[in-house]
């Protein structure tokens, strides 16, 4: 049962920025946020992850507002390979809180 | 990153009969590890968790003398899938976790088709 709600699909032009939401309204204070994706038949891919503050690396941003109910993953110029289905998953720091539960996603396309 | 491996990549067997699947972390000692299971058009659904040297957790309605999951070194865990059946083909893919990290890294699946 996953505690996120995300878009079913989005579509994105080569080049342009990729913003994909994800609501979590009922995140708690010790949640993390977490961006996985999925190329087609292929292992999920850590993405980024945050708690409160905004979060950049190498492959993307995360926004996340400042009442931590939603978020946002932005891939700053979208290619082609960025084609895949993107999970946004809230998950406690640690202990028995170790699992991932990955919802139904957003299947992001990326258009020439 | 850290790198986990599966192998094998593809396998098809006839019903009745069991196949092994192995996860393997190359480059860290995996404390930790999942197993999932992802029909197709579906999400993951986490199947169990076993950490080194313990019996898996296994998630309600897995069968755990279905699914045998060892975990028995800390860059080794095998899921055997026993009395396979066509219901049970399906896309396995195994994650790992170092202890004390908060990533865990995924492999690249196992399809796997009972006819």
């Known amino acids: 049962d996953a505690k996120t709600t995300q878009p079913p699909s989005m579509d994105c032009a080569e080049g342009r920025a990729a913003n994909l939401p994800c609501n979590h309204s009922t995140i708690s204070g010790n949640e993390y946020v977490y961006w996985y994706r999925q190329i087609h038949s292929q292992g999920p891919q850590y993405i980024i992850h945050g708690l409160k503050n905004n979060e950049t690396n190498e492959m993307a941003s995360l926004i996340i507002t400042e009442d931590r109910k939603s978020s946002t993953l932005i891939l700053p110029h979208a290619t082609l390979r960025d084609t895949a289905v993107y999970y946004c998953i809230v998950k406690g720091a640690g202990g028995g809180s170790e699992k991932l539960v990955f919802g139904k996603g957003t299947k992001l396309t990326v258009n020439p | 990153g850290a790198v986990v491996s599966q192998h094998p990549s593809r396998v098809i067997c006839k019903s009745g009969t069991s196949v092994k699947i192995e996860c393997r972390s190359l480059?860290?000692?995996?404390?930790?590890m999942f197993w999932y299971r992802q029909f197709p058009k579906k999400s993951l659904m986490l199947m169990a968790t076993s950490n080194e040297g313990s019996k898996a957790t296994y998630e309600q309605g897995v069968e755990k003398d279905k699914f045998l999951i060892n975990h028995a070194s800390l860059t080794l865990s095998t899921l055997t899938v026993t009395s396979a059946h066509p219901e049970d083909s399906s896309f396995y893919i195994c994650?790992?976790?170092?202890?004390?990290?908060?990533?865990?890294?995924f492999g690249p699946g196992t399809r796997l088709t009972v006819t």
């Open positions: 994650s790992a976790k170092e202890g004390g990290s908060y990533e865990q890294y």
């Open positions: 480059d860290f000692q995996a404390t930790t």
